[in-house]
């Protein structure tokens, strides 16, 4: 159901931390396993609120520390 | 002078508020996505400041009280700010808990607050549901009609408190006084030729000396407007900051102020091809401080956006800190910048300031020792590998501390005047560490060339091979012109080896980079500072930083000493390590 959303998610992630889209699975973690640094989080967020349309407030965004996290609150996020 | 109708500058917060009532400048604050911006003329920004005065005080803060404010950069978080200032308490911004690392980090920091006495903290909703602690939400609406008057405040007194990110958990609270601002943000004003016909556009936190003082004040005590968005926004989307300068009233010009960083990285994210349609021809002022001014960074954004119509005399290097309020010395207005032996000028001292370069005391006994041996000056001093010798400035180490240094000698960076703030906020002890008689010693180190100021690094994080200093950032942009760290970070620091100081170097990469890139890194170090005692390559985020990201260079040796450095993806350790490269 959520699939055209989920890759949106992993290609906005390949993007951002420079990987391979292949090489990103849901319970990667964005700092530890992809290297996503501070300034690349928050491009990480701009990009994701920009490109997918949804609103991530200041204590979601502290909240958000895997691949799946995204992917979930992305699809919880998108209007049904 | 003349008449009434030459309005005097304001002298206090008080007085600002008085002089935005009767100001034409506006203030515009961009949404998060940076596309569309609410902007509040200067006359209903200081009504709003009054109302929030009005409700502060029924909230039941009193004189002395510090107002923690902890929004998004916002007219909230501006009129919040004068309005605690008008009803005499503090008012202090607080990062929000995405800008230092996760609710865990932020609920700390605010426990932390509590050693400052009485505080209120002003927060979002959602913010200060999550904290679990006791915090006001924005008014909404905000009770136009309930006003403060504007009380006539001592210039003397404390305007409000800065928080710096040290390398320690544990933030200093800067105490600022009305009349160090009203001095500071004067000097910044005149040293960029300002003209009130100017928007400041900028995306720098105002929990940030440099958002606060070098934008929000200089431009509001001088009648200039503003238009501002949050760090995620230029971060996210860095074509934004330079499309809100595009849409900036024609008649105006801009000025601005970033760190490093930002040029870095509206370079590295901007493509050639997205300059076109930008309109910078009236950008004047684009200040660069706050962390090393690195000269490739400058010439590289220069390069992109000249076609936007950008003038590389617009860049002013300038240096700085919250313990100045925020400006130390600036490069004159439309000079740009100017490069010496690698070394961009800062400009010489603001107005007010006075800038004297002093021997570094409690420097290591065996560097003074090694100092010793050598000769006062020029090249290839005995022993030193490479050209150490000749690139590197002496440091004087003597415990004599009235000294000051000779024009080219590198020291202690020492500050006087009217801008250096009285003290840290209730921390007696801090305060005497590093101020006396009115002098304070900045930690950083640096020379005069001319009377401009060249900044070298920091005391503590100094490299002293065979009695020569290396600054740490030469070695660490050594490594960014040779291996793609693709906005990751390096760390040099000295270790001990065979009783001599020996470099290494800690690198942030995505991958690990070729062997032909790694021995170019490791010929250029050698050729120009020394041989690297060893070279470690980790993951990119793994390297430990300040909260305003600055790499914490102590921490980094600690943990390559220990063998605690986490994320190495690769390690060489260089076999002999003397003479083997020389």
Redesign the interface.
């Known amino acids: 159901m959520s699939g055209a959303s989920d890759e949106r998610v992993f290609e906005i992630l390949a993007r951002v931390s420079g990987r391979d889209r292949a090489t990103i699975k849901p319970e990667q973690d964005l700092a530890a396993d992809l290297d996503v640094g501070s300034a690349q989080a928050l491009e990480l967020l701009a990009t994701l609120e920009e490109e997918l349309s949804v609103e991530i407030s200041e204590v979601e965004a502290a909240r958000l520390r895997s691949v799946r996290d995204v992917l979930e609150f992305v699809r919880a996020a998108r209007p049904a | 002078m003349t008449d009434s109708t030459t309005t005097a500058l304001p002298r206090t917060l008080g007085e600002l508020v008085d002089a935005l009532a009767a100001g034409s400048g506006a203030l515009a604050v961009y949404d998060?996505?940076g596309k569309t911006k609410v902007e509040r003329p200067y006359p209903e920004v200081a009504r709003r400041a009054r109302a929030w005065g009005a409700w502060l005080e029924a909230q039941g803060v009193r004189p002395g009280d510090l107002v923690y404010l902890c929004l998004?950069t916002s007219h909230e978080l501006i009129e919040g700010f004068l309005g605690a200032s008008l009803v005499g308490a503090l008012p202090c911004c607080l990062a929000?808990?995405?800008a230092i690392?996760?609710?865990d980090v932020?609920r700390r920091r605010v426990e932390q607050l509590a050693r400052f006495g009485r505080g209120h903290l002003v927060t979002?909703p959602?913010?200060g549901a999550?904290l679990g602690a006791p915090f006001l939400a924005p008014p909404d609406p905000l009770d136009l009609e309930r006003l403060v008057d504007v009380p006539r405040l001592d210039p003397g007194a404390i305007a409000y408190v800065q928080l710096t990110s040290g390398s320690t958990s544990v933030p200093k609270a800067v105490a600022i006084t009305h009349a160090n601002l009203a001095a500071n943000t004067a000097a910044i004003y005149t040293r960029g030729a300002g003209s009130p016909a100017e928007t400041y556009v900028s995306w720098l936190p105002l929990y940030h000396d440099m958002g606060l003082v070098g934008i929000l004040f200089t431009a509001m005590f001088h009648g200039c407007s503003l238009a501002l968005m949050t760090?995620?926004?230029f971060?996210?989307?860095p074509r934004r900051w330079f499309e809100a300068m595009t849409d900036v009233r024609k008649d105006h010009t801009i000025v601005t102020s970033a760190p490093n960083?930002g040029y870095q990285?509206a370079v590295d994210?901007i493509p050639a091809e997205k300059v076109a349609g930008l309109d910078l021809s009236r950008w004047r002022v684009a200040c660069c401080g706050a962390e090393m001014v690195r000269p490739a960074t400058l010439e590289e954004f220069a390069a992109r956006f000249r076609p936007a119509g950008f003038d590389p005399g617009a860049l002013i290097p300038c240096y700085g800190m919250a313990e100045a309020t925020l400006a130390v010395t600036m490069s004159p207005a439309a000079r740009g910048p100017v490069v010496v032996d690698g070394s961009v000028s800062c400009g010489p001292a603001v107005d007010g300031l006075e800038v004297t370069i002093r021997p570094v005391d409690g420097a290591p006994e065996r560097a003074r020792a090694g100092l010793a041996d050598l000769p006062e000056s020029g090249p290839g001093g005995g022993g030193s590998p490479g050209e150490v010798g000749e690139r590197s400035r002496r440091t004087h180490h003597t415990e004599d501390s009235d000294e000051t240094l000779p024009e080219g000698t590198e020291g202690e960076i020492v500050i006087r005047g009217s801008s250096v703030f009285p003290g840290y906020f209730l921390d007696p002890e801090a305060t005497a560490a590093v101020l006396h008689d009115g002098l304070f010693r900045t930690g950083d180190l640096g020379y005069l060339r001319g009377g401009e100021l060249h900044v070298t690094g920091r005391v503590k994080d100094l490299i002293i091979l065979d009695g020569a200093n290396v600054a740490p950032h030469e070695l660490e942009w050594l490594a960014q012109a040779h291996v793609d760290l693709?906005?990751?970070r390096a760390a040099a620091f000295s270790v001990e080896h065979r009783r001599r100081e020996v470099p290494v170097l800690v690198v942030?990469v995505?991958e690990v980079p070729p062997p032909e890139a790694v021995e170019a890194l490791r010929a250029a170090v050698a050729r120009d500072v020394a041989p690297l005692h060893d070279l470690v390559f980790v993951?990119?985020?793994?390297v430990p930083?300040t909260s305003s990201?600055k790499v914490q260079r102590g921490q980094v040796r600690a943990r390559y000493l220990d063998g605690t450095l986490e994320?190495v993806l690769w390690r060489w350790a260089q076999a002999t390590a003397e003479g083997g490269e020389a």
């Open positions: 998060r996505r998004p929000l808990p995405r690392g996760g609710l932020f979002t959602e913010v999550e760090p995620e926004t971060v996210g989307t960083f990285w994210r693709d906005g990751g942030e995505k993951r990119r985020g793994t930083k990201g994320g």
